[in-house]
Every structure is written in structure tokens, then in C-alpha cells.
């Protein structure tokens, strides 16, 4: 017997003779049925991320079969194991709570299991990065599957989406120029198949970034989880995974500053979920590469916005796939992009684009030229109130607050939200800040996407659409409005956001990047004098959530776990004028 370290021969449980070991291991996996022939083959392990909770990964098990036709017709053998799977509305008390329990779960499976390279299936919005930050920390070949986006719904013949469209029709609803008949009906019908939310929103960016980054097949990003040709997709990926698993093509030959740089672009073109910032530094920094957010900031002045996708324009992915998916928009941006990153293709990202059909008229994708928004969709603030950064959202916000200088509303935590949001009394107007505390990665815990706090019902009832809002909060990549978010460091570790009253005066200047509390530093010395630590939690002290609590980093590094990123040796995005 050949003693490679591949195949069934890899990671041998340690029972301290080797021959045993794998003598054991062979009398277990042929109580599956395998034969002699199958187990000699390349082992392709396809991660299982369906879940009766998880929409979004309905269609896993059809994926997994055609990605087992692909492996076999390619010469391996598929193996199908499960991992845990997040979907945003299933996932107490938030999904990015989870999400680095995900990314465990995934390096460690990898690890164990005798894997020559894995197809990683997922869709909904951190599973992705889980599985990404799984698979660069384990460093087996790797190719990324996603579910795709759902195709829309429609309503008094208007088209529908998951969820910029459930957020418009609640804030209707709110403002109560929708009955609850109305609401109901609407209900029914914003997430009408399987697959991920079809508008931009950290899925959909998420998808796009990792094809840009070279982790999946040309093409990939954009197929509704619901047709035929994502099937077909699947097959190619497991067939490619075989490939990969000869050439040992690693993750951390592909996951480069260069590829970082690229699906930063992308982020940057497409208008882009916020949140994919945090899980693309979380990705880089497990292969030891720091995003540099000014840097962020200036590359996004010379990347404008060039789909025309909800929330921030009029179409959904399955509009996006139509008129030609990612190549599309890589064509557009070209000059800026590394074409000579390594991909899972096995060619340059460069190499991959010339093998695209030509770009034909369409009207999603913008010309370079003509965009959607020529200023970099996301900008990164600093100033007194976020020495440590904080974003927002410029491409989806009422341009008309850009420059603002208001009264600080402060809410302590998210349940004094809850509380007092509505209430008639609520002392506020349409020029006011609303500032909420507590709902960063380790007050909340875990940094929920509760960054767009909603507009006082009685402002919302008077026709009020956008008010500047500040948290240290994440943001729903479906949502629009001049919302600050990530404020790091976040209030919870006594981060400046924790010293703002309602009264203060705060300012937001997004062309100047500014960020400012404006109150004296001896008036905010004398206030963190008198800062109390928050209560201790009971939840606090065991299992995963003390991990989390002890462990979990700022917006600015990942909001990874401290011990799960190598500290970096290299920052992106390095060459900003190209
Ligand atoms: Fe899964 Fe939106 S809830 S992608």
C-alpha cells in the first residue's frame, strides 16, 4: 500500500500504529458501501450547509447531487459532511454572532476529515465568509459553490425583493399607509424561492466578491438558485474541485493581497453590502493580510458604482445575470484590477475575463464613464466621535444629509430602542441624530444589524424618509439611509460613542470623512471619568459566548476571534493609483 498522504490515507485518527489506524479507518468507510476502486480515488469532500431553518440553502441537496456528478465524472470520489449553517432570521441573537463558530466548525472538519480538496456550498450571508475563513485556515484546495440569488416576487404588479422591498413596505406599513391585510399579502410573496436575498445585500455581495477574489468558477455569482444552469455551474465546480485537489491548489495561493484588492474593487463597483467589509478584512486576516481602511477609503474615490441593482438602483440579480453576471462589470473596471491573481480555474482572473463572451448592450452595468455614482459607494469616517473608523453607506443615503450638523438622540442600548422609538413623547425632529449605544461586537453581543434604527413613528407619519443615524451596529446590505455604522471602538468598550447625551451636537461631513462629537475634550474627560462598565452578564460566563466575549476583535480587524487570525504581515490595498 502507497503511503501518500492523500486520499484515505490523510489525518489518520491517532491510535498510535499508523497501519492500524488506517486498517480501522477502511473497515468503517466500507460499511458505507465504497469499494477499493472509489477509495483509491481523489476524496472531494462537499460541505452540507442545508438546514429546514435555512431558505436560503434550500436547493443544497440538488447542489450537492450535481456536484457529486461533477466529482465522479472527473475522476473522484464525493463525500458529503455536514457543517452548521446560519440564516439571518434563524440565528439568535444575531447570525454574525455565529458566524466565526461556522468558520471553526468548517477549518476543523476540513482538518479531520481525509479531504483531498472541498467544495464549500453556501449562500446566506455569513456562511460564505464562515466558510471561507474556514477553508484559507485549513488550507486545503477549496472552491466556493454558492446557492444564488432568488428570482423576485410581485405584488399589484410590482416586482418584489428580499429584503430592501420588505423594509419599504414595513416602513409603509409603519407609517400606516398600508393596511394589515395589505402587509400580510405582501408577506407572502418577498422571498418567492429558494436561494439568497436578490437584491445587493451582503449575499449578493458577498457572491460577487468571492468570484472576483478567483474562489469560484467563472459565472458563478449570479445564477438564480432556481435554474438549470446553476445545476450545471454545480457539476463544473465539482469536477474543477478534482483538478484542484492534483494540483494542490491551495486557498493561500489564490486568497492573495492582489485577489483582496480585487473583490474590494468589486464591493466598491457594485454598491456593495457594508458588511462585506467586515468579512473580507475577517477573510484576509486569517492568511495574515490587514485591509487598511483609509487606503479602502481612497481607492473607493476612483472605483464609481456601476450596477444599477436595489437598493440603491432598480434592478435584481437575476437582471444582473441577464445582462452578463461579474465579467461584466470586471470588464468595465479593468484598469484597475490585478489580472495576473491566480484563480481556482487554475488561470489569472485577467485569463479568465479574455475566455468571457464580449459585453452586449444591457442596461444593469453602467459604462465607466456614465455610473450610477461617481464617489466610491462606501465611505470610511474618522474624527472624535470613531478614531478607529466608522462607515457609511454614501451611495445609499439622501444626498441631501451628507453635510449634517445635528442634536444628538441617544438610546443606550437596543432595547431602550425598542422602548422608546415610537413613544409620542419622544422629544425629536426630522434634523435630530439618533446615536444608539450597546450594539457593537461585544455589547449586543455579536454587532446585529440593527444599525438602521428606524424613524420615529410620528417623524415617519409626517413624510420623514432619511435621518442621519449613528451606531456602532452592523446594517442589513438591503437597507438605504444616512446611516453611520461599525463606530469603533464601539461603546460597550468605552469608545467615545459611549459619551454622547441627547443635547449634543454632532457633526457628519462624508465628503470630508469627518465624524465629529461636539463637545469639549474637558467635558469629555470629566464624562468618561464618571463612565460606568456595564453590568456583568450571567449569560456571559460560559460556553460559546464567553469565547466570543473574550475573544472577539473590533469592526476594523473582522470582528474575527483574536486567536483565529495570524497577526498581519501584509496590508491591502497597497498600489491605490493605478
Ligand atoms: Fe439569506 Fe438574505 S436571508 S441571503
Known amino acids: 500500500m502507497a503511503k501518500s498522504k492523500s486520499g484515505m490515507r490523510k489525518g ?13 479507518r477502511k473497515a468503517f468507510v ?4 465504497y469499494s477499493d476502486d472509489a477509495l483509491d480515488r481523489p476524496i472531494i469532500g462537499i460541505t452540507n450547509t442545508y438546514s429546514g431553518f435555512n431558505a436560503c440553502h434550500r436547493n443544497v441537496p440538488e447542489l450537492i447531487e450535481a456536484v457529486k456528478r461533477g466529482v465522479m465524472l472527473a475522476g473522484g470520489l464525493p463525500v458529503e459532511f455536514p457543517i452548521i449553517t446560519l440564516h439571518e432570521s434563524f440565528a439568535h441573537p444575531t447570525s454574525m454572532y455565529l458566524r466565526n463558530l461556522m468558520s471553526i466548525d468548517t477549518e476543523e472538519m476540513i482538518r479531520a476529515q481525509p479531504v483531498d480538496a472541498v467544495v464549500l456550498i453556501g449562500g446566506c450571508d455569513k456562511t460564505v465568509p464562515a466558510l471561507l475563513m474556514g477553508a484559507a485556515s485549513a488550507n486545503v484546495p477549496a472552491i466556493m459553490l454558492v446557492t444564488g440569488p432568488m428570482i423576485t416576487g410581485d405584488h ?30 405582501v408577506n407572502n410573496k418577498l422571498a418567492p424561492s429558494a436561494g439568497t436575498c436578490m437584491v445587493m445585500g451582503t449575499a449578493s455581495t458577498m457572491a460577487l466578491c468571492t468570484e472576483a477574489l478567483g474562489m469560484m468558477l467563472p459565472g458563478g455569482a449570479c445564477i438564480p438558485a432556481v435554474m438549470a444552469e446553476r445545476l450545471r455551474h454545480a457539476e463544473a465546480s465539482g469536477a474543477r474541485a478534482v483538478a484542484m485537489a492534483k494540483e494542490k491548489l491551495t486557498p493561500d495561493r489564490i486568497m492573495t493581497p492582489a485577489a483582496f484588492e480585487n473583490a474590494l474593487r468589486v464591493l466598491l463597483a457594485v454598491g456593495g453590502s457594508t458588511n462585506a467589509i467586515v468579512h473580507l478584512t475577517a477573510m484576509a486576516g486569517r492568511l495574515g493580510i490587514e485591509v487598511d481602511l483609509d487606503a479602502f477609503d481612497r481607492m473607493g474615490r476612483e472605483t ?3 450596477v444599477d441593482l436595489k437598493p440603491t438602483g432598480q434592478h435584481y440579480m437575476e437582471d444582473l445575470e441577464k445582462a452578463g453576471g461579474l465579467a461584466v462589470i470586471l470588464h468595465e473596471i479593468k484598469p484597475l484590477l490585478n489580472l495576473k491573481a491566480l484563480t481556482v480555474t487554475g488561470k489569472t482572473l485577467g485569463g479568465n475575463l479574455a475566455g468571457a463572451l464580449p459585453p452586449w448592450k444591457q442596461d444593469v452595468v453602467r459604462p465607466f464613464k456614465d455610473p450610477i455614482f461617481k464617489g466610491g459607494s462606501i465611505a470610511v469616517l474618522r474624527g472624535n466621535l470613531a478614531p478607529g473608523g466608522a462607515i457609511i453607506k454614501q451611495a445609499a443615503m439622501d444626498q441631501r444629509l451628507v453635510r449634517h450638523e445635528g442634536r444628538a438622540v441617544v438610546f443606550e442600548s437596543l432595547e431602550d430602542l425598542a422602548n422608546r422609538i415610537d413613544d409620542p413623547g419622544l422629544e425629536v425632529g426630522a434634523e435630530d441624530i439618533l446615536v444608539m449605544k450597546q450594539a457593537g461586537p461585544r455589547g449586543a453581543p455579536g454587532m446585529p444589524e440593527a444599525g438602521y434604527i428606524p424613524i420615529p413613528k410620528k417623524l415617519a407619519q409626517k413624510g420623514v424618509k432619511d435621518m442621519v443615524r449613528i451606531s456602532d451596529a452592523r446594517m442589513s446590505g438591503t437597507a438605504f439611509g444616512a446611516i453611520v455604522l461599525h463606530v ?14 441627547t443635547g449634543d451636537r454632532i457633526r457628519l461631513d462624508v465628503p470630508a470623512r469627518k465624524l465629529d462629537l461636539l463637545v469639549s475634550d474637558a467635558e469629555l474627560a470629566a464624562r468618561r471619568r464618571q463612565l460606568k462598565a456595564p453590568r456583568p452578564r450571567k449569560e456571559d460566563q460560559r460556553g460559546y459566548r464567553k469565547l466570543f466575549m473574550a475573544t472577539v476583535m473590533q469592526a476594523d480587524r473582522g470582528c474575527d476571534f483574536d486567536f483565529l ?4 504581515t501584509m496590508r491591502i490595498p497597497r ?3 493605478r
Open 30 to 33: 466500507k460499511a458505507m458501501g
Open 156 to 185: 399589484k404588479g410590482e416586482r418584489l425583493g428580499a429584503c430592501t422591498d420588505c423594509r419599504r413596505f414595513w416602513a409603509r406599513f409603519r407609517a400606516g399607509d398600508i393596511s394589515a391585510q395589505e402587509i400580510s399579502e
Open 304 to 306: 464609481p458604482v456601476l
Open 488 to 501: 469603533t471602538p464601539e461603546s460597550a468598550l468605552g469608545g467615545p460613542l459611549a459619551l454622547v447625551k
Open 12 to 24: 489518520l485518527t491517532a491510535y498510535g500504529d499508523e497501519e492500524f489506524s488506517f486498517f480501522m
Open 575 to 577: 498600489g491605490i493609483k
Open 565 to 568: 487570525a495570524p497577526r498581519g
